[in-house]
Each structure stands twice: as structure tokens, then as C-alpha cells.
């Protein structure tokens, strides 16, 4: 028997969660939320300390909430987010209790029952709103490497973390390519693995890429019209926001390097497809540059030409003559830490819901369970669907659903 009856759980307590709550509360569901950790666990104990949001801070906001700021170009650091969503919880005042894990999700005669230490609760409806970056992936390549300091970028804090000595970041989307730059202003000496990315500027003819995406409607692309990429944009909002050069990285003293595929006796194989990628991100930044242009010129709009943004710095040595191979012990690389990207971790849901890969089957966010639903997951139901100020929208969905169930 449950220690407890709620019509809706929702279970995680982080920007998804708490707006799941907020949109509940709005059409009178009853309904409670399970957060393992604190509000906002991930934004507290996964993130580094210099990070800087990509978003500016005109844009950020969450329902009937907007985030408060001095600069709206200006970019924020973790503690401001944090802070936000803080206040964001004390406006919603959802029904909330924290340091409760959910360890198994199953069917019950009445719909579900979450079970967790020390008890458990039947629910009619469960939202399923623990984030898109829950488990970091990372490589075993060098599981067996003595005296190398190893970090994902989950667990990397700052560059005093670090041992003396080069360190190699694998891993060149957004937070390897922030963390790597972190690690270049430090005077560190860093070599970054580069794979296939897509680059998009910071800014273009006066205005910043999330007001394009917003101006164009390109962030309102529904999920069904994804294209094949699975990349994340690779953009920044450290120091002031800029567009990520991998060419000015080097410049700056980082050796690029291609894919690391195998290891042995430390000496690390590097694919030869630096030149590729680098290309690959360059043509996708290009792209961008001619649908703004394609979107100004069709509509007339007075947003002056760029033409600093094609300028491209020359080619580096370590892109003209890439390494196929590096010795950690003798380049003196004592720190790797590794950016390569997240997975779900949903094992604990035992019902029949996720596919071959471990990710739910859904549509916009409404499994073929009834009553089982997923919030805050990247694309699901149009591209911004995991922003800040994108999950507000899906939340009123799911909550419409809910509340259509009777």
C-alpha cells in the first residue's frame, strides 16, 4: 500500500518541475513535487564555477516571471540563475519536498506508484521533469592511465582544480569550448579536441543569436521539422559574450586536435578530421549568416551589414599540419578533462516507455502511457522547448492534458 495519494507527481525540482507546478496550481490540479536534492541541484553541484549563461539576460525569464537585470545584453554567472529560480520557487510556492530520490516508477491499479527510501506515493498522473543533462558521457579510453587527473565537465570547478602541468579538454561544444577558453586566459597550457560541431555567432548586424532565433521564429521550429543534426549550437556568453573562434583559440596558444579515438601506454590516436570539422562549423556558421541576410533584405529591415563577421583569422600550424598522435606523458598533459557531451538516466522508470537508447518514446511531451509525461527534455516539441523561456509553453500543454483527463 502507498503511504500517500496525489492526483499529479512531478518529479524533479528544477526550472522544469517548479514551472510543471506553477502551470498545475493555474487550472487547480492537485499535485506534488519530489526533488532529490535541493531546488535547482544541478544549476548548485554540476556546474563550474566561471560559468556564464549563454542566454542574454533580456531573454531570460520562466511564466509570468521575468529575471532581473541591470544589463539586458549583458550575460550572468551560475549564482544569478540560481538565484532566479529561487525566487521563481517562492512565487510559485509549489507543494514541493526535497532530498527525496525516486528510485523506481511503475504501474499501479489506480496508474502509478513512486517508490523512494523510506516510502512511496500513487499518482494518477506523473510529469517526469528532471532535465536533458543528467549523465555525463564519457569515453573509457583512459580508464587505466596512472597519475592522470580525469573530470567531466559536470565535475570540473576551476582551472586551481587542475594539476600543474598541460591539460587536454575533449570535447569542443558549448561548455568545452567555454572551458577550454577558462583554461587559455589562465595561462594554461591546453590542447582541445575538436569533433563535428555547429558554430552560430554571438551577435550579427546589431542583435544578438537568441533574438534572431526569436525575430526569424527559427526557436519555434516544431520537433517535426528537426533537422538530422543531433549538435548543439556551440556559442558563449563568457566575457561579455562572443562568438567561439576555434582559429582565434589557437591564436591565443590552444593546439587543436581532432577526435581522439584509441588509446594505448598513454600515447593518445587522433582521427584526421580536424580540418573537417573545423570546415563543418564554419559552413553551418555561414548558412546562418545568409538566412539573417536572406530574412533582412525580404522584410526591409534597417539592421546595417556585418562584414567583420566573415572575417577569418588565417589558418594555425595545428590545423595546416594536424597531430595524429600525442604522448600525455611527453606533451606534459597531466589533466584531461572531458566535455563530451550527456545522456538520460531513466532507468529507474520501470514501465515500458524508453526506447532502444534509453530515451522516452513521446509526442510533445505525452507518452503512450497514459498519464505519463515528460517536461524539459531538448526538443520536445520545438526547439525551445529545454530554453528557460521555452518550457513555460510545453508545461501549459502537458497541464491542459492533465487537466482534459478528468
Avoid at 309 to 335: F, G, H, K, Q, W
Amino acid at each position: 500500500m502507498p503511504d500517500e495519494t496525489i492526483d499529479t507527481l512531478v518529479i524533479g525540482g528544477g526550472q522544469a518541475g517548479l514551472t510543471m507546478s506553477h502551470r498545475l496550481k493555474q487550472r487547480g490540479i492537485a499535485h506534488l513535487v519530489l526533488e532529490r536534492g535541493r531546488i535547482a541541484e544541478r544549476w548548485r553541484s554540476e556546474r563550474w564555477d566561471g560559468l556564464m549563461f549563454q542566454f542574454p539576460n533580456w531573454s531570460v525569464r520562466l511564466p509570468e516571471f521575468a529575471f532581473p537585470h541591470s544589463d539586458p545584453d549583458g550575460f550572468s554567472g551560475t549564482a544569478a540563475i540560481i538565484a532566479f529560480i529561487e525566487d521563481y520557487a517562492a512565487f510559485v510556492a509549489p507543494p514541493i519536498r526535497c532530498g527525496v530520490a525516486v528510485t523506481r516508477l511503475r504501474r499501479d491499479a489506480g496508474g502509478f506508484l513512486a517508490e523512494f527510501a523510506g516510502g512511496s506515493i500513487a499518482a494518477r498522473n506523473v510529469v517526469i521533469a528532471t532535465g536533458p543533462y543528467q549523465r555525463p558521457l564519457r569515453p573509457d579510453l583512459l580508464r587505466d592511465q596512472p597519475g592522470l587527473f580525469q573530470v567531466d565537465a559536470a565535475g570540473y570547478r576551476n582551472p586551481a582544480q587542475l594539476p600543474d602541468g598541460a591539460m587536454l579538454v575533449v570535447g569542443a561544444g558549448a561548455s568545452g569550448a567555454q572551458i577550454a577558453e577558462e583554461l587559455m586566459r589562465a595561462g594554461r597550457d591546453v590542447f582541445l579536441s575538436v569533433g563535428r560541431h555547429n558554430r552560430l555567432p554571438r551577435r550579427y548586424r546589431g542583435r544578438d543569436l537568441i533574438w534572431w532565433l526569436a525575430e526569424m521564429g527559427i526557436d519555434r521550429t516544431p520537433v517535426e521539422q528537426r533537422g538530422p543534426s543531433r549538435l548543439l549550437p556551440v556559442i558563449s556568453g563568457a566575457h561579455g559574450g562572443h562568438t567561439v573562434d576555434f582559429r582565434r583559440f589557437a591564436a591565443g596558444g590552444v593546439t587543436l586536435l581532432g577526435r581522439v579515438t584509441a588509446a594505448r601506454d598513454g600515447v593518445l590516436e587522433i582521427a584526421p578530421d580536424l580540418a573537417a570539422n573545423i570546415a563543418n562549423g564554419d559552413a553551418y556558421y555561414a548558412t546562418f549568416l545568409g538566412i539573417v541576410d536572406d530574412f533582412v533584405a525580404a522584410r526591409r529591415l534597417d539592421h546595417p551589414e556585418d562584414p567583420l563577421a566573415r572575417l577569418r583569422l588565417p589558418d594555425p600550424p595545428c590545423l595546416t599540419a594536424p597531430l595524429d598522435a600525442i604522448d600525455l606523458r611527453a606533451a606534459r598533459i597531466r589533466s584531461v578533462i572531458w566535455a563530451t557531451g550527456y545522456g538520460l538516466d531513466l532507468n529507474w522508470i520501470d514501465i515500458p516507455v524508453l526506447d532502444a537508447d534509453g530515451a522516452p518514446r513521446h509526442r510533445h511531451g505525452v507518452s503512450d502511457v497514459p498519464g505519463l509525461y515528460f517536461l524539459g527534455l531538448q526538443w520536445l516539441s520545438k526547439m525551445k522547448s529545454s530554453f528557460l523561456s521555452g518550457v513555460g509553453d510545453d508545461a501549459a500543454v502537458l497541464a491542459d492534458h492533465i487537466a482534459g483527463r478528468g
